[in-house]
């Protein structure tokens, strides 16, 4: 029993202790910013490569803990994520006054969301989300003296306390429905009856609002733009990918017998996210809210993988989510960069970018290339994947539509290409010098764009853990 | 021969370019890699031909066959025959023209020298893909080399064009990846051979054609789709706009051909009738708008909607004759444009206009650039002698042979747009080059020896389609008739 809370547990139990470890650090005598960022990033690389040391399965607390080799490597992309979001932000980081802070609350968020992705039990998950989103909102209100900040901190908190709301409520239904809030359990009560339905509706909207689907998504834009850019890509990537992780295994198990009601609604909001999201995106000038709203396209393309509710469906999304993080965490890395730097937020500033600064406009251009789905980088290939398992269900309208869309969103990111390339600029950014910690964030990013696609064995690997039906 | 060499020698050079300096060097490894690209490709027809002397009868020859991404069966495989080897026969010739083409070119030479060798890259990946996935894969790489050369290279509105070129395009790909998905769906294989083995269901073909049949056209200027082509290549570099006509559109007719046409026959029977009224429009449509353009490149550009008009329609009248003038068609046109837009690249980089009205008399200050355009010029409207000749009476003799009387009437309006073009192609050149030379082009110099030679290339080969048509016609003869096997078999429910 020991062991196996220590085997089961390791990765929290490590996330844990790096918490304790930097509360210590915090309590002791005053250390220079660098050093201290040096020491958590080689942290955390630690202890995203101790999570490949072994693959284990098992339960624990009576079925409220579980985990299997596919959950850990959803755990295991988080950990790189937030290991890049660290590299990232050293320059940001680099003159700020509390960094220990800054770690504690990203890491406590972590912390929760291994909880989520490990739940067996519907109240374990609420505690999971909810570790995961009160840090993030102190996160998100950072840079104490925007007011900006404050702003988007309070729209967080309001608008996750009002789906932490709906979440309860759901479950509430839900174990007065069925009698049980265990998912392995829960599988055998599910009925298509209407109360069971409009609780399922509860919870698929508590999930809508974490990871911003349309018609939930209007907390996004201004959180992310208000929002520290390090604490923007750690909410648009990792705490959306930590909840799209739970939502498919949610979905492919214990809402298995009620996929017919399901597959309508991802269907119809699957649509409207990547419309809408598109649209939104195709007149944003600031970075952050341009790339708020690419990514609500991102989360509508990744539901029609869902929707496809195969084995490959659910191996598509989890793909597709590991290349957005690499694809997603170059371009906020450069934009950080640029933003510490020179706090120019616009695309309009990256105008003639390609004149001072050839490598970064480069790396940029690859990220924006792999979220727009251009070969050869792996954007392409998660996509591609994505829309295959969607069309596993014969509709190819929503196909067809989804795939028009991308057409749209070439649109928006080829207009940031050529801002960079081809227009020109009184004044544009200055040549950066790029820390050796961003570098390598960036050019990790740049190897995962690539490498990722072209090498199956990345596919082969997630599509073996995955399940379908 | 392996095939993969093919992609892997431009690959290669587009990494060696990477670490090149200056563009002194980059230029001399570009112009290597892809003069023994050229002569990879000719190795290539020559071993091709070998195997078909020794009786190998197989569809493809040359394949390799590797596993890539196992659970959705997607293979990398690659092969060709001789419809293939045409096709990379000329995107080399073209390749190593336009590089020498940009020799000078001093702006961001790297980047440029880098992209058309990724360009190029697409295009043999293409050629030589017999996996549904691969080709797929190919056809977009090509897009954002494109949409990058004329943006940052281009000239007049170039980032509107680069857009409309990208959007257009990838419009393109997105519907032949919904015809992709729904053979995929039917056959659970993305293997052109084997898909060609199977069956599929009529109603199906009929959904999915027009998908894979308009993407792939949208490449290959399908009216009403072709808008992209006059403003791309107006404003595209010269090398870019060579690319352009010469490569890029080809990927569109060759997709039509391949995986349209020959993986759902019954249905290219059914929408034939649709497919020839498109193509009879684009000639006509095409040639008279051509009449009413001042400035160069767009003559060129709407001559080539009018052109590869010639193209759809030898595809769509699905009879050997006419898919072998299509084929035909492709080559010649891909040699004559990209020899036109280097001759109209050469004139612009001297006089540094590209109206008709502006111009005369260069042939007395630059006799051979007003040479080749006057060939170049002769070749598009059908001069004996010339490959246009070639291709255009094989595609009018072919689609003479559908006894549809409506389809005769398409043939004949579409031989009637030849007078057309004669009319506007001999008051270009005989504005340009004839006539009182005006007093500021009296000082200008003669092409320079990497003009001469780009010039050579795709003149040789002009010439050579023209007199020796049966060298090219032995090529891809027999693969025509593997392609018309699979469609005349096709039954029609009547």
Same mark, same amino acid.
């Given at each position: 029993?020991?062991?196996?809370?220590?085997?089961?547990?390791?990765?929290?139990?490590?996330?844990?202790?790096?918490?304790?470890?930097?509360?210590?650090?915090?309590?002791?005598?005053?250390?220079?910013?660098?050093?201290?960022?040096?020491?958590?990033?080689?942290?955390?690389?630690?202890?995203?490569?101790?999570?490949?040391?072994?693959?284990?399965?098992?339960?624990?607390?009576?079925?409220?803990?579980?985990?299997?080799?596919?959950?850990?490597?959803?755990?295991?992309?988080?950990?790189?994520?937030?290991?890049?979001?660290?590299?990232?932000?050293?320059?940001?980081?680099?003159?700020?006054?509390?960094?220990?802070?800054?770690?504690?609350?990203?890491?406590?968020?972590?912390?929760?969301?291994?909880?989520?992705?490990?739940?067996?039990?519907?109240?374990?998950?609420?505690?999971? &989300?909810?570790?995961?989103?009160?840090?993030?909102?102190?996160?998100?209100?950072?840079?104490?003296?925007?007011?900006?900040?404050?702003?988007?901190?309070?729209?967080?908190?309001?608008?996750?306390?009002?789906?932490?709301?709906?979440?309860?409520?759901?479950?509430?239904?839900?174990?007065?429905?069925?009698?049980?809030?265990?998912?392995?359990?829960?599988?055998?009560?599910?009925?298509?009856?209407?109360?069971?339905?409009?609780?399922?509706?509860?919870?698929?909207?508590?999930?809508?609002?974490?990871?911003?689907?349309?018609?939930?998504?209007?907390?996004?834009?201004?959180?992310?733009?208000?929002?520290?850019?390090?604490?923007?890509?750690?909410?648009?990537?990792?705490?959306?990918?930590?909840?799209?992780?739970?939502?498919?295994?949610?979905?492919?198990?214990?809402?298995?017998?009620?996929?017919?009601?399901?597959?309508?609604?991802?269907?119809?909001?699957?649509?409207?996210?990547?419309?809408?999201?598109?649209?939104?995106?195709?007149?944003?000038?600031?970075?952050?809210?341009?790339?708020?709203?690419?990514?609500?396209?991102?989360?509508?393309?990744?539901?029609?993988?869902?929707?496809?509710?195969?084995?490959?469906? +659910?191996?598509?999304?989890?793909?597709?989510? &590991?290349?957005?993080?690499?694809?997603?965490?170059?371009?906020?890395?450069?934009?950080?960069? *640029?933003?510490?730097?020179?706090?120019?937020?616009?695309? #309009?500033?990256?105008?003639?970018?390609?004149?001072?600064?050839?490598?970064?406009?480069?790396?940029?251009?690859?990220?924006?290339?792999?979220?727009?789905?251009?070969?050869?980088?792996?954007?392409?290939?998660?996509?591609?994947?994505?829309?295959?398992?969607?069309?596993?269900?014969?509709?190819?309208?929503?196909?067809?539509?989804?795939?028009?869309?991308?057409?749209?969103?070439?649109?928006?990111?080829?207009?940031?290409?050529?801002?960079?390339?081809?227009?020109?600029?009184?004044?544009?950014?200055?040549?950066?010098?790029?820390?050796?910690?961003?570098?390598?964030?960036?050019?990790?990013?740049?190897?995962?764009?690539?490498?990722?696609?072209?090498?199956?064995?990345?596919?082969?690997?997630?599509?073996?853990?995955?399940?379908?039906? | 021969?392996?095939?993969?060499?093919?992609?892997?020698?431009?690959?290669?050079?587009?990494?060696?370019?990477?670490?090149?300096?200056?563009?002194?060097?980059?230029?001399?490894?570009?112009?290597?890699?892809?003069?023994?690209?050229?002569?990879?490709?000719?190795?290539?027809?020559?071993?091709?031909?070998?195997?078909?002397?020794?009786?190998?009868?197989?569809?493809?020859?040359?394949?390799?066959?590797?596993?890539?991404?196992?659970?959705?069966?997607?293979?990398?495989?690659?092969?060709?025959?001789?419809?293939?080897?045409?096709?990379?026969?000329?995107?080399?010739?073209?390749?190593?023209?336009?590089?020498?083409?940009?020799?000078?070119?001093?702006?961001?030479?790297?980047?440029?020298?880098?992209?058309?060798?990724?360009?190029?890259?697409?295009?043999?990946?293409?050629?030589?893909?017999?996996?549904?996935?691969?080709?797929?894969?190919?056809?977009?790489?090509?897009?954002?080399? /494109?949409?990058?050369?004329?943006?940052?290279?281009?000239?007049?509105?170039?980032?509107?064009?680069?857009?409309?070129?990208?959007?257009?395009? +990838?419009?393109?790909?997105?519907?032949?990846?919904?015809?992709?998905?729904?053979?995929?769906?039917?056959?659970?294989?993305?293997?052109?051979?084997?898909?060609?083995?199977?069956?599929?269901?009529?109603?199906?073909?009929?959904?999915?054609?027009?998908?894979?049949?308009?993407?792939?056209?949208?490449?290959?200027?399908?009216?009403?789709?072709?808008?992209?082509?006059?403003?791309?290549?107006?404003?595209?570099?010269?090398?870019?706009?060579?690319?352009?006509?010469?490569?890029?559109?080809?990927?569109?007719?060759?997709?039509?051909?391949?995986?349209?046409?020959?993986?759902?026959?019954?249905?290219?029977?059914?929408?034939?009738?649709?497919? =020839?009224?498109?193509?009879?429009?684009?000639?006509?449509?095409?040639?008279?708008?051509?009449? +009413?353009? #001042?400035?160069?490149?767009?003559?060129?550009?709407?001559?080539?909607?009018?052109?590869?008009?010639?193209?759809?329609?030898?595809?769509?009248?699905?009879?050997?004759?006419?898919?072998?003038?299509?084929?035909?068609?492709?080559?010649?046109?891909?040699?004559?444009?990209?020899?036109?837009?280097?001759?109209?690249?050469?004139?612009?980089?001297?006089?540094?206009?590209?109206?008709?009205?502006?111009?005369?008399?260069?042939?007395? *200050?630059?006799?051979?650039?007003?040479?080749?355009?006057?060939?170049?010029?002769?070749?598009?409207?059908?001069?004996?002698?010339?490959?246009?000749?070639?291709?255009?009476?094989?595609?009018?003799?072919?689609?003479?042979?559908?006894?549809? /009387?409506?389809?005769?009437?398409?043939?004949?309006?579409?031989?009637?747009? =030849?007078?057309?073009?004669? *009319?506007? =192609?001999?008051?270009?050149?005989?504005?340009?080059?004839?006539?009182?030379?005006?007093?500021?082009?009296?000082?200008?110099?003669?092409?320079?020896?990497?003009?001469?030679?780009?010039?050579?290339?795709?003149?040789?080969?002009?010439?050579?389609?023209?007199?020796?048509?049966?060298?090219?016609?032995?090529?891809?003869?027999?693969?025509?008739?593997?392609?018309?096997?699979?469609?005349?078999?096709?039954?029609?429910?009547?």
């Amino acid at each position: 029993m020991v062991t196996d809370f220590f085997i089961l547990l390791r990765q929290e139990l490590v996330v844990t202790a790096i918490i304790f470890l930097l509360l210590f650090v915090k309590l002791g005598k005053d250390r220079s910013n660098e050093s201290i960022l040096g020491w958590v990033n080689i942290l955390l690389f630690l202890n995203f490569a101790y999570g490949f040391c072994c693959n284990t399965e098992g339960m624990l607390f009576s079925e409220m803990f579980k985990t299997n080799p596919l959950i850990v490597l959803e755990k295991n992309i988080l950990n790189l994520a937030i290991w890049l979001i660290s590299l990232q932000s050293y320059s940001w980081l680099k003159t700020h006054k509390h960094v220990i802070e800054f770690y504690l609350l990203l890491l406590s968020t972590l912390l929760g969301m291994f909880f989520m992705i490990s739940s067996g039990n519907l109240l374990m998950f609420y505690l999971g &989300l909810e570790l995961s989103t009160i840090p993030l909102a102190a996160a998100v209100n950072f840079d104490l003296s925007r007011r900006q900040s404050s702003e988007a901190a309070m729209k967080m908190i309001i608008s996750s306390a009002f789906s932490s709301a709906l979440l309860l409520f759901g479950i509430s239904l839900v174990y007065g429905v069925s009698g049980t809030i265990v998912f392995s359990e829960m599988a055998a009560h599910v009925s298509s009856s209407p109360l069971y339905v409009f609780a399922f509706i509860l919870l698929l909207s508590a999930f809508a609002f974490k990871i911003s689907a349309v018609p939930f998504h209007l907390w996004t834009a201004d959180v992310y733009e208000g929002a520290p850019v390090a604490v923007t890509s750690y909410l648009s990537v990792v705490s959306k990918a930590a909840v799209l992780f739970v939502f498919v295994s949610v979905l492919y198990t214990v809402f298995k017998p009620i996929a017919g009601a399901w597959y309508n609604m991802l269907f119809i909001l699957s649509l409207l996210t990547i419309i809408i999201g598109n649209l939104f995106a195709l007149r944003q000038n600031n970075f952050k809210r341009f790339l708020a709203f690419s990514s609500i396209a991102q989360v509508g393309f990744i539901m029609v993988g869902i929707s496809g509710s195969s084995q490959a469906g +659910m191996a598509s999304v989890i793909y597709f989510i &590991l290349i957005y993080v690499f694809s997603n965490l170059a371009a906020f890395g450069v934009i950080s960069l *640029v933003s510490a730097v020179t706090g120019k937020e616009n695309i #309009t500033d990256y105008k003639a970018f390609y004149t001072t600064n050839p490598l970064l406009t480069w790396i940029l251009t690859i990220a924006l290339f792999s979220l727009a789905g251009v070969p050869p980088t792996a954007g392409f290939f998660g996509k591609f994947f994505l829309l295959m398992a969607g069309a596993a269900k014969g509709n190819y309208w929503l196909i067809g539509i989804a795939s028009l869309n991308m057409v749209v969103s070439f649109y928006y990111y080829l207009r940031v290409v050529k801002a960079m390339f081809m227009d020109d600029n009184e004044e544009p950014i200055e040549k950066l010098s790029i820390p050796a910690w961003s570098k390598l964030a960036l050019y990790i990013c740049v190897i995962g764009i690539i490498v990722t696609g072209l090498a199956s064995c990345v596919y082969d690997y997630i599509f073996s853990l995955s399940s379908g039906f | 021969m392996n095939l993969s060499l093919l992609i892997l020698l431009p690959l290669v050079t587009a990494l060696v370019i990477l670490f090149c300096k200056g563009l002194k060097q980059v230029r001399v490894v570009a112009l290597l890699g892809s003069v023994i690209q050229l002569g990879a490709s000719f190795w290539l027809m020559l071993l091709y031909w070998h195997e078909r002397a020794i009786g190998n009868n197989s569809t493809m020859v040359f394949q390799s066959n590797y596993t890539w991404f196992k659970p959705l069966g997607i293979n990398y495989h690659i092969g060709v025959d001789g419809i293939s080897i045409a096709m990379i026969l000329l995107t080399a010739s073209v390749v190593v023209a336009g590089i020498l083409v940009s020799w000078t070119m001093e702006k961001l030479s790297k980047e440029f020298f880098f992209l058309l060798v990724l360009l190029s890259m697409g295009a043999y990946g293409f050629f030589i893909s017999l996996d549904l996935f691969t080709l797929f894969f190919f056809l977009e790489i090509a897009v954002i080399p /494109k949409f990058l050369l004329i943006g940052i290279w281009g000239s007049g509105k170039k980032e509107y064009s680069a857009m409309k070129l990208a959007l257009m395009l +990838m419009a393109g790909s997105a519907l032949v990846f919904v015809g992709l998905m729904g053979i995929y769906y039917q056959t659970h294989s993305f293997d052109i051979l084997t898909i060609s083995q199977m069956h599929i269901p009529i109603e199906v073909q009929k959904f999915f054609f027009p998908f894979a049949f308009i993407g792939f056209g949208i490449f290959a200027a399908l009216f009403p789709f072709h808008t992209w082509v006059p403003d791309g290549h107006a404003s595209a570099p010269t090398a870019a706009s060579m690319f352009l006509a010469g490569i890029s559109m080809k990927l569109g007719g060759y997709g039509c051909l391949r995986v349209a046409t020959f993986l759902m026959p019954e249905a290219a029977h059914e929408y034939a009738w649709i497919i =020839i009224l498109l193509a009879t429009i684009a000639i006509i449509y095409g040639a008279f708008a051509t009449m +009413m353009q #001042t400035d160069l490149k767009y003559i060129n550009a709407y001559s080539s909607v009018s052109h590869c008009g010639f193209v759809i329609l030898g595809i769509g009248m699905l009879t050997q004759t006419s898919i072998n003038g299509a084929v035909l068609q492709m080559v010649s046109h891909g040699l004559m444009t990209a020899l036109f837009f280097a001759a109209i690249g050469m004139i612009y980089s001297r006089t540094h206009t590209r109206m008709v009205a502006q111009l005369g008399g260069l042939l007395k *200050v630059m006799p051979f650039i007003s040479t080749i355009f006057v060939i170049s010029g002769l070749c598009s409207l059908g001069l004996p002698g010339f490959s246009g000749f070639v291709a255009e009476m094989t595609v009018f003799m072919g689609s003479w042979q559908n006894p549809d /009387k409506w389809y005769r009437l398409a043939t004949i309006l579409a031989c009637a747009s =030849i007078v057309v073009t004669a *009319v506007y =192609i001999l008051r270009a050149a005989g504005k340009t080059v004839m006539g009182p030379i005006g007093n500021e082009y009296a000082g200008l110099t003669d092409a320079r020896w990497n003009e001469k030679l780009a010039a050579a290339i795709l003149v040789i080969g002009i010439v050579a389609i023209g007199i020796a048509p049966f060298l090219i016609n032995q090529l891809i003869g027999s693969s025509t008739e593997n392609i018309m096997r699979q469609v005349g078999n096709a039954v029609l429910p009547k």
